[in-house]
């Protein structure tokens, strides 16, 4: 059975009526009521912050990259500085109670790394190796303060070294502050 032009010229024709009469796939989901009602309170771009335990340790850097989503919600991509290490961070954010909510997971590890003190004490006395590996994470959850971008963190992590050694698990409350 041949096809005439005319005849595939109307198939098509149908075709695409027919898919643009689908709004379910062709509309952009509708933005939540409570995402709707609020004002975007980051945007695109990127956000440090400082990230203090107050044990006296230098305080940790956290960098974001935010992505605004059409549901009212972030994405985050970006990495925690340690002393030692860069983890790779990511996660997401949404207003809820008036709050900024940050949940993130970081991972990473460093390799060859000068030994530290807090990692020393972990071997048997004189059996510390000069350098060590390491490997682990953390877990953060992040309420701040939408006018400030300040406020506090929770952090459980933990951290594999050479010799199968645990440093961890941990878990820290800290005061987060937005750089400038």
């Known amino acids: 059975m041949k096809i005439s032009l005319q005849q595939a010229l109307r198939a098509a024709a149908f075709g695409v009526a027919l898919c643009a009469g689908l709004p379910a796939q062709a509309a952009p989901a509708a933005p939540t009521p409570q995402a709707a009602a609020a004002s975007p309170i980051l945007s695109a771009g990127e956000y440090r912050w400082t990230i203090d335990d107050g044990q006296g340790e230098p305080p940790y850097t956290l960098r974001l990259y935010v992505q605004p989503l059409p549901t ?3 994405a985050l991509t970006g990495s925690l ?3 030692d290490a860069e983890l790779g961070a990511s996660g997401s954010a949404r ?3 008036g709050k900024l ?3 993130l997971t970081a991972s990473g590890g460093v390799l060859q790394a ?3 003190d807090s990692k020393r004490a972990l ?5 510390a190796p000069a350098r060590v590996d390491s490997a682990g994470f953390a877990t953060m959850r992040a ?3 939408p006018t400030t971008l300040g406020g506090v963190m929770q952090r459980y992590q933990t951290n594999v070294m050479t010799g199968h050694l645990v440093q961890g698990p941990m878990y820290a409350n800290s005061v987060i502050r937005r750089q400038p």
């Open 72 to 74: 009212g919600d972030y």
């Open 81 to 83: 500085l340690l002393d």
């Open 95 to 97: 207003v809820r109670d």
């Open 101 to 103: 909510v940050l949940d």
């Open 114 to 116: 000068p030994m530290e």
């Open 123 to 127: 071997y048997p006395k004189g059996g």
């Open 143 to 145: 309420l701040l303060d």
